[in-house]
């Protein structure tokens, strides 16, 4: 099942304290921006890949595409102040396909296998996205003091990518853009709807570079992969 897939590319990055975007930041000598790209670049059933960038950064970044042979790119719209903003901003480049991914361009690691799990439970159920099981106790806190335990059972932590029926998501994002609502991610547009979202178990590998200590365990899994 072929489908598209959407990069918001146009973060600051502050937590990472870089000074930079931090898709631009070395993981085994390489950007990576262009690690999760090249995932989405041998990818058959992919058919096409949108930025979202920052003006200012489109140059670099098509300057990247270049020189790492990324050649599924087919636009770079301008993002926005929130990854809602520029995830609208792709989609309204874009036209019309059945499935459509939405992708944090910071999880370097996501897999094939689970990309084709994702895009088949979107054609079939309409939603579908990645998670992981809770591993740690989890505790509801008010005011610094714990004032319940929740049981970890139903707890999922929630990852991209996030796959939809392009006509659904595409309808999500206007209701919500209508109503002046802005998400943390694209199902909680999509449940606004009333529409069921499916959980598509994931790998704690799929993790997003986020903090410094995240590119520590980045590196550590493109040891383990090349070993």
């Not at 301008?78 to 036209?95: L, P, T």
């Amino acid at each position: 099942m072929q489908y598209e897939v959407v990069l918001p590319a146009a973060g600051s990055g502050k937590r990472m304290g870089a000074g930079q975007n931090k898709l631009f930041l070395q993981l085994n000598e390489k950007p990576i921006l262009i690690h999760t790209l090249e995932v989405f670049q041998s990818d058959e059933d992919c058919t096409g890949i949108w930025l979202a960038v920052k003006p200012e950064e489109r140059e670099y970044i098509q300057g990247l595409l270049e020189r790492y042979h990324i050649t599924k790119v087919k636009g770079l719209p301008n993002g926005g102040q929130e990854r809602q903003h520029s995830v609208q901003s792709c989609m309204k480049a874009m036209q019309q396909v059945e499935i459509v991914l939405v992708h944090d361009a910071a999880r370097p690691f996501i897999t094939k296998p689970i990309i084709s799990r994702l895009v088949g439970a979107a054609q079939e159920k309409g939603a579908a996205i990645a998670g992981v099981r809770a591993k740690d106790t989890m505790k509801k806190v008010r005011d610094g003091v714990i004032v319940e335990t929740v049981d970890r059972e139903s707890l999922w932590m929630i990852q991209t990518p996030q796959a939809f029926r392009f006509k659904l998501l595409q309808q999500a994002e206007n209701h919500a853009e209508e109503q002046g609502f802005l998400g943390t991610d694209e199902a909680m547009l999509v449940e606004r709807l009333g529409h069921q979202v499916h959980i598509v178990e994931s790998t704690y590998e799929n993790v997003k570079m986020t903090t410094k200590e995240d590119l520590i365990f980045g590196e550590a899994i493109l040891r383990q992969r090349n070993n």
